[in-house]
T-cell receptor
Framework: GAVVSQHPSRVICKSGTSVKIECRSL??????MFWYRQFPKQSLMLMAT?????????EQGVEKDKFLINHASLTLSTLTVTSAHPEDSSFYIC?????????????FGPGTRLTVL | GDSVTQMEGPVTLSEEAFLTINCTYT??????LFWYVQYPGEGLQLLLK?????DKGSNKGFEATYRKETTSFHLEKGSVQVSDSAVYFC?????????????FGKGTHLIIQP
């Protein structure tokens, strides 16, 4: 199946700093990528939809100025958590679309564990 | 809005037991339905999917049938193995085309004992 990577897998940062997380589709081109957030023992919550070459679409309640998304190419999307605070500590997961239809499969990256001190 | 409800675990079974993990959904139209599995320390992997009513998805001995009348997509396996221990997520993707994110259930932690 299709492979999606994320980097870094873990990051610890101080409060007030910014952190960038990369999501890459390794063996296919993804017009659309998605960013999710997973709290401990809870489900994945969609944060935003990222389309190559255009602005990301954010879900209700997600601060677009705090979670900056850039989709520079068909294989790379980045999520930057700006001025991170302890409440931003979470597991961030990206996924990449294999096609434009609702029946197409999304493939997920392994996730990035962010800890803000 | 759309939602997915699945039984919460942990679910503990003995090896070779029969497995059912219930999943029901709320959505308009005909969403696509998915089961993803997350093994310890790994990312989510697609287990199976169904894209229209009465479709049956199957993979690795797991099966799930898209039941529109009961808005359900229950996951079953006839004989589980220790290696099936993982967290299982039921998810839906809205119908209507275009690129939409998935709506997930809370996940079911499955523990298989030898």
């Amino acid at each position: 199946g299709a492979v999606v990577s994320q980097h870094p897998s873990r990051v610890i940062c101080k409060s007030g700093t910014s952190v960038k997380i990369e999501c890459r589709s390794l063996d296919f081109q993804a017009t659309t990528m998605f960013w999710y957030r997973q709290f401990p023992k809870q489900s994945l919550m969609l944060m935003a939809t990222s389309n190559e070459g255009s602005k990301a679409t954010y879900e209700q309640g997600v601060e677009k100025d705090k979670f900056l998304i850039n989709h520079a190419s068909l294989t790379l999307s980045t999520l930057t958590v700006t001025s991170a605070h302890p409440e931003d500590s979470s597991f961030y997961i990206c996924s990449a679309d294999t096609g434009p239809f609702s029946t197409d499969t999304q493939y997920f990256g392994p996730g990035t564990r962010l800890t803000v001190l | 809005g759309d939602s997915v409800t699945q039984m919460e675990g942990p679910v503990t079974l003995s090896e070779e037991a029969f497995l059912t993990i219930n999943c029901t959904y709320t959505a308009t139209g005909y969403p696509s339905l998915f089961w993803y599995v997350q093994y310890p320390g790994e990312g989510l992997q697609l287990l199976l999917k169904a894209t229209k009513a009465d479709d049956k998805g199957s993979n690795k001995g797991f099966e799930a049938t898209y039941r529109k009348e009961t808005t359900s997509f229950h996951l079953e396996k006839g004989s589980v193995q220790v290696s099936d221990s993982a967290v299982y997520f039921c998810a839906l993707r809205p119908s209507g085309g275009g690129a939409d994110g998935l709506t997930f259930g809370k996940g079911t932690h499955l523990i298989i004992q030898p």
